[in-house]
């Protein structure tokens, strides 16, 4: 198995949900709806979910072994670091462009 692409569609900036991420497997499947959470300790992955006739959240996809969690947990917090890096890039030339716009007038 391969993740060949990892999408960032949303990132959020307030409460513990930082991220809705979508997954594309082997160039054949995706997996949409995947969130990153801020736990206690450190960012983690939450696979989609839907709540049950009890109340209690199920994952409606999920890896099956440890090996295959790691895979995506690192896979999806990466892309994620970078899109992050991407967007404080883009907020530091902005900020730049608009010390640039300032005409310089001397007296």
Do not use: C, W
Request: proline share 3%; net charge negative; hydrophobic share 40%.
């Amino acid at each position: 198995m391969e993740i060949t692409d990892v999408k960032i569609r949303k990132i959020i900036s307030e409460g513990r949900l930082r991220a809705v991420v979508s997954v594309t497997i082997d160039d054949m499947l995706a997996v949409h709806d995947i969130k990153i959470v801020q736990g206690d300790e450190r960012l983690f992955v939450a696979m989609p979910s839907r709540k049950d006739e009890n109340g209690t959240f199920r994952d409606i996809v999920h890896p099956i072994s440890p090996s295959a969690r790691k895979l995506f947990e690192e896979k999806i917090l990466e892309a994620y670091e970078r899109e992050l890096a991407v967007i404080e890039a883009e907020a530091g030339k902005e900020a730049q462009n608009a010390g640039s716009d300032v005409e310089e007038v001397t007296l």
